[in-house]
């Protein structure tokens, strides 16, 4: 199992960004996929949850703001944030668990005041 996240940056408070997680290794279509993130001194919590057939659950924190998907064909999964706020600075890690949890590298996001 791979997962290569990539996608983060700086950007000021109310702007946006766009994650993307390519995975590869395990049939991609039949898993639910998962965006965590962690902040400076903080656990890592889930932010958004896709299903194989594209149900998705977000966190209170992002409900509203952020909007997760998926392209099957391109085994790809997405996390679109908008009116990002300095809070929402943090690590943000794919995730995929087939029998055990599968993490990418990571990719970092910090929103400016």
């Known amino acids: 199992v791979q997962l290569q996240a990539f996608g983060g940056g700086l950007v000021q408070a109310g702007g946006f960004l766009r994650l993307s997680c390519k995975a590869s290794?395990?049939?991609?279509?039949?898993?639910?996929m998962n965006w965590y993130r962690q902040a400076p001194g903080k656990q890592r919590e889930l932010v958004a949850r896709?299903?194989?057939?594209?149900?998705?659950n977000y966190a209170d924190s992002v409900k509203g703001r952020f909007t997760i998907s998926r392209d099957n064909v391109k085994n790809t999964m997405y996390l679109q944030m908008d009116s990002l706020k300095p809070e929402d600075t943090a690590i943000y890690y794919c995730?995929?668990?087939?029998?055990?949890?599968?993490w990418g590298q990571g990719t970092l996001v910090t929103v400016s005041s």
């Open positions: 896709i299903t194989s057939g594209s149900k998705s």
């Open positions: 290794g395990f049939i991609f279509r039949l898993n639910t």
């Open positions: 995730n995929v668990k087939i029998y055990n949890e599968n």
